[in-house]
């Protein structure tokens, strides 16, 4: 299984700000997914970050407000940017086994849980 | 879109005992997943049932799979305590949407020592 790290773990942030956070896998992957979980909330899929591409975004999630890099095969950003308190949720990262996603499950990261006053 | 709904929404045993959650779904599937997730922590995948399977076992887990009902199961037998979180199903229509889970509203599991 892929070894996933996310940084910050959590962090409160004011209104209107920006944060970014960072996805390192310990294994080269094509494909990394962005989720979001809401307060008592199930997940949903935010983006598909591609290497050497734009990332593909899910309906309702756009790129001004989600932009993600995707500098290599191991690391990925998200930032959410002018947050304002409804942003405040649990990101996670997530990658397929072994970077292949044709056998289905996915690999999660703890997840970057951001509380927005 | 597909969503899967989960019922019970929250389920309270004692340990010792077994807990069943359904899942069901909308649309057609390529697989299916159940994942475990503490405390608002990641998620951890638990098992995978594809849609020509009926039924597969992994150590105390049970899933069951009927796409007639665009339905699921999971049972663990023999809960712990250490089971005590909440539980999601996800499903995966495969083709160009690999990767990309659609995610039940999840059942938050207690099992009382």
Redesign the interface.
């Known amino acids: 299984s892929a070894v996933i790290s996310q940084k910050p773990s959590r962090d409160i942030c004011q209104r209107g700000t920006s944060l970014t956070i960072q996805c390192q896998v310990d294994s080269q992957v094509t494909m990394m997914f962005w989720y979001r979980q809401q307060p008592g909330q199930s997940l949903t899929l935010i983006a598909t970050a591609n290497q050497g591409s734009e990332a593909t975004y899910e309906s309702g999630f756009v790129i001004d407000k989600f932009p993600i890099s995707r500098p290599n095969l191991t690391f990925s950003t998200l930032t959410v940017s002018n947050m304002s308190p409804e942003d405040s949720s649990i990101y996670l990262c997530s990658v397929g086994r072994q970077g292949r996603i044709d056998t289905g499950e996915l690999f999660f990261g703890e997840g970057s849980r951001l509380t927005v006053l | ?1 597909q969503q ?1 709904e989960e019922d019970p929404q929250a389920l309270s045993i004692q340990e010792g005992e077994n807990a069943t959650m359904n899942c069901s779904y909308k649309t057609s599937i ?2 299916l ?1 159940w ?1 475990r997730q503490n405390s ?6 638990l098992i ?1 049932i ?1 849609s020509n399977e009926r039924e597969k076992h992994s150590g105390r887990l049970r899933v069951t799979l009927d796409t007639s009902k665009k339905s699921s199961s999971l049972l663990i037998t023999a809960s712990r305590a250490a089971d005590t979180a909440s539980y ?1 199903c ?1 499903t ?1 229509a495969g083709g160009t949407s ?9 059942t938050i599991l207690t099992v009382h020592p």
């Open positions: 879109s899967g390529n697989n997943q994942y608002g922590r990641g998620l951890v995948h995978l594809r999601f996800a995966d690999y990767g990309k889970l659609t995610f039940g509203q999840g």
